[in-house]
Nanobody
């Protein structure tokens, strides 16, 4: 089993930056895929970025060039660096991890981009 805990959300002005963290309860070496997803009010949950154990990353078109997913093995943490934030990025951001074929989710952290 894996527990994922997100942090780092908050209120930021358009053009600003935030870094989200996802701390895992076990070594992220053992988690095949980790990702960040987001869900805006009234919309479905969509993939924002993912990273596999080999290190390859994948991004939604809407965030390419602005967001970066990376990990710190020593801290068992995956991060999402978000730059040039836009009001359309406002959503609850969820961390996910696939371990032994089961997908686990965190409880989410709210990001609000507004002036």
């Amino acid at each position: 089993q894996v527990t994922l805990v997100e942090s780092g959300g908050g209120l930021v002005q358009p053009g600003g930056s935030l870094r989200l963290s996802c701390a895992a309860s076990r070594s992220i070496f053992s988690i095949n895929v980790m990702g960040w997803h987001r869900q805006a009010p009234g919309k479905e949950r969509d993939l924002v970025a993912s990273i596999i154990s080999a290190g390859s990353t994948n991004y939604a078109d809407s965030v390419k060039g602005r967001f970066t997913i990376f990990r710190d093995y020593a801290k068992n943490t995956v991060y999402l660096q978000m730059n040039s934030l836009e009001p359309e990025d406002t959503a609850v951001y969820y961390c996910s991890g696939t371990y032994l074929g089961i997908n686990y989710w965190g409880k989410g952290t709210l990001v609000t981009v507004s002036s």
